[in-house]
Structures are given as structure tokens and as C-alpha cells.
């Protein structure tokens, strides 16, 4: 997969994108990762990106001009253009493994108070928001997005597996999850887990997950929207 990273703010992502498996991936060709500063896509002395909003109002927006000249020099014929934004889709592990279908990914990080609306309107092909929240920039939305995906890739995460087995891949939250010691401190791993019967485990897995979904997420076993967040930990 290639992804084209669009940002004022390139030095943001050294690091995050730098360790464990999404730089296995980068280093063994499983994700080709560019990132582009939007200030490279501007021909004034100042390296305008932005400007005040038409109609008055706070804040300054990206100007279209640096956004179509970059993303019409950087996109292809099968090139997803995504536009980061609290206004957008919520990103979840369902569209995250749509993403990962897909060849190419464009990521627009928006700056300030958002971009000149004809950017969503003409080159946009979809809008994501990681949560109901302000951030000051796109940048760590990119990033959340583009770990998500990548380890989603085939042959990224080392047993293929554990990409099936974990939160939201059955709109359910994991089981409760052991390892050596089995007995720390008095606190012991259930028996279930230490018996060796695969089948009981199973179950027990099984019931363990659709117990936590129902306490903490019920809407993923409605299908419905999240409930508003209420302490019903150590309730199992
Ligand atoms: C955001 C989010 C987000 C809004 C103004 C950047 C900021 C500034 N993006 N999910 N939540 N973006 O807060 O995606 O342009």
C-alpha cells in the first residue's frame, strides 16, 4: 500500500511511524509511507497556506490553491483523497479494514480552523473524524489511521491470526486475556485457562467477550451508537 501524507507539520510524524511493526512494514515494501508539506505546493515569497475567512469569523483557513496543486500532483487513477476532520465519518475498525483494501490513500491534514469548503466539494473523497474532540492539527489522526491500516496489511502482523481474534473484528470487545505467573500475588488465572481443554476455553472466551461488550459497549451488540462513557469497570 502507498500512502501520501499532505501536512504542514511533516516533523510531527518522525517517531510514531519510526518503530515496531509499522516500520517493518515501511522497511520490507508492505507500506510505502511519503510525507508532503504543503508549504512545497505554494509559489509566494511567504509560502502562503492560509487566509482569513470570507463573511469575518476566528481563525484562518487552508487556502485551495497549495491543496488541488498538491493532491492533483500526487494523485493516481485508484488513489483514495481523505480529508481529516471532526466533521467527517467516524473512524472505526470497519472502515479501517476497508482502507486497507485499497491501493493508494491520499490523507489531507487540516490546519487552523479547516480548509476552503471547495476542497471537501471538488477533491475530496471522503471525510474521517477519530473522535468528537478539537485537536490543533490532522497530523495525529493521520498517524491513528495509517497504524490502523497498516497493520491490517497481509504480512504485517506476524501471526495472521491475531487480527481476527481481537476487539471489534466480531463488533465485540476481547476476552479477558492471562500469562505467566498464573497465581501473582494471590491473584489467579482462571482455571479454565490453565485446563488445556481448547473447546472450554473457547466458551469461555466467548462468554467472557459478550459479557464485557454488554457492560461496556452494548451498542456494539445493538449495532447501535456508543452509550455516553459510565464507570462499569470491575463489575466482571
Ligand atoms: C480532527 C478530528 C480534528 C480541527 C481543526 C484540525 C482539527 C484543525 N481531525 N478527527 N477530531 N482536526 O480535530 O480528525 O484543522
Wanted: net charge negative; aromatic share 6%; glycine share 8%.
Amino acid at each position: 500500500m502507498k500512502i501520501d501524507v499532505l501536512t504542514l507539520f511533516p516533523a510531527m510524524f518522525a517517531g510514531p511511524l519510526d518503530e515496531s511493526i509499522v516500520r517493518r512494514a515501511r522497511d520490507t515494501g508492505k507500506l510505502d509511507l511519503q510525507l508532503h508539506n504543503l508549504r512545497d505546493y505554494t509559489h509566494d515569497r511567504h509560502r502562503t497556506v492560509d487566509d482569513r475567512p470570507f463573511g469575518g469569523g476566528p481563525g484562518m483557513l487552508l487556502k485551495p490553491e497549495p491543496i488541488f496543486e498538491a493532491v492533483e500532483h500526487l494523485r493516481g487513477e485508484n488513489t483514495r483523497v481523505i480529508l481529516l476532520t471532526p466533521a467527517g465519518r467516524l473512524f472505526n475498525q470497519a472502515v479501517a479494514l476497508e482502507l486497507a483494501q485499497r491501493e493508494h490513500l491520499l490523507l489531507i491534514c487540516g490546519s487552523y480552523e479547516g480548509v476552503d469548503e471547495r476542497v471537501r466539494q471538488f477533491l475530496v473523497d471522503e471525510e474521517l473524524s477519530i473522535g468528537d474532540y478539537v485537536l490543533t492539527n490532522g497530523a495525529l489522526p493521520a498517524m491513528v489511521i495509517i497504524d490502523a491500516v497498516t497493520r491490517l496489511l497481509p504480512g504485517v502482523l506476524g501471526d495472521e491470526q491475531s487480527a481476527h481474534e481481537e476487539s471489534f473484528s466480531r463488533e465485540r470487545l476481547e476476552y479477558p486475556q492471562y500469562t505467566r505467573p498464573a497465581d501473582f500475588r494471590g491473584m489467579k488465572a482462571p482455571e479454565v485457562l490453565l485446563s488445556g481443554h481448547h473447546a472450554e476455553i473457547a466458551k469461555w472466551r466467548a462468554a467472557q467477550a459478550e459479557l464485557r461488550t454488554a457492560q461496556r459497549r452494548p451498542d456494539l451488540l445493538a449495532g447501535t451508537d456508543r452509550p455516553p462513557a459510565g464507570d462499569e469497570r470491575q463489575t466482571e
